[in-house]
């Protein structure tokens, strides 16, 4: 069984030396337990904040600990009532090959799924992230101009589609001509902006001659200093993440935004509400399930995956999730 744990906190960007792969027996099932492999793992830019002790809404990794993850899995062998071997599971057993299960928090798949790891992503859990943010906090009005970060990326692709599907002009800012060039011409978006290019704030402006309605932050920094002048007046910010500063290191001096932020919150009637997934499965869960089936059915919400082969390669693609290295949600596949 390879495992990945984590060797050392990260100081910054993720080094390699922050990983490392191990190999132990694979383990057997007691009676109640099933045996999980792997087929597909999600990797995800919560995981940093996993490997940092900084206080947060989870509990940080220890080190020597497996990776954790979510996964689409195959039960190998079952001791448990509920179970049988060759049932396709959605789990969260993380960066190893096999794992032991109890069955708690195990989701059963259909047999004849299409496309598995996309539970993982636009039909789970960053797909969900997208929905909950865009309409439960957004709340986007036909006419409105919706602008979205990492707006190729799993959670974006999906919050400017289901934007243009409610009749609103879509803006994203995305890393690079040919992620702008995707959101545009597959994704329908009315416009992207290429936040690594010069003059970001103009082209912005250019892109948004009616201001912006909903911002859907997920990345902070540069980004979001280029999207404040442009909000209207009671727009509304769902806060998802903040991706460009996962890697900051305590301590270091960055610009103060508060002063402005509070003055701009005040003047504008500003609507800025930080949300966490976790804290909105149930009902909702199945509503988003039951549309975004349908919608994917038939075409009006398209997908892409960079999927990695190879659970050694696992680090790496997560070194280069958090620069803008992937092109879609990225999954390793660990096995067929
Ligand atoms: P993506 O598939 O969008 O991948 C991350 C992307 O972030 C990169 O491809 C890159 O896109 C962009 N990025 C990385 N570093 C920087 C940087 N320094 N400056 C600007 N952009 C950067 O990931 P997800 O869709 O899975 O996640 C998107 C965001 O949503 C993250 O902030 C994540 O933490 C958050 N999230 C929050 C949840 C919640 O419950 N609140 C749940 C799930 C996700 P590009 O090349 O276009 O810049």
Known sequence: NRRIVMARRPAGIPAPEDFRLDTQAV???????????????????????????????????????????GTVCRV???????????????????????????????????PDLAHPSWSLGVLGMPGFTAYVGLMQIG???????????????????????????HGCRVVGIAGGPDKCDHAVRELGFDA???????????????????GIDVYFESVGGAVFDAVLPLLNRHARIPLCGL?????????????????????????KSLRIQGFIVSDWYGPLYREFSRQMSDWIADGRIKYREDVVEGLENAPAAF??????????KLVVRVAS
């Open 243 to 267: 991706i460009s500063q996962y890697n900051a290191v305590p301590g270091v001096e960055a610009p103060d935004r508060l002063p402005m932020l509070m003055r701009l919150a005040l003047t």
């Open 76 to 110: 190998a062998e079952s001791r448990h009532p509920d179970f049988a071997a060759g049932d396709l599971v959605l789990a969260a057993s993380g960066w190893q090959d096999y794992a032991l299960s109890s069955g708690k928090g195990l989701t059963r798949l259909p």
């Open 192 to 210: 992207c902006v290429d936040h690594r290019a010069a003059n970001l704030a103009q082209r912005l402006a250019a892109a948004s001659p009616n």
């Open 139 to 165: 709340t986007p009005k036909a006419g409105e101009t919706v602008a979205v970060a990492a707006a190729t990326g799993a959670v974006g692709s999906v919050v400017g589609q289901l934007a243009r599907l």
């Open 319 to 328: 070194m280069g999730l958090l620069q803008g290295h992937n092109f879609g």
């Open 27 to 69: 383990p057997g099932p007691a009676d109640g337990q099933v045996l999980l492999r792997t087929l597909y793992l999600s990797l995800d830019p919560y995981m940093r904040g996993r490997m940092s002790d900084a206080a947060s809404y989870a509990k940080p990794l220890e080190v020597g600990d497996v990776m954790l993850g």
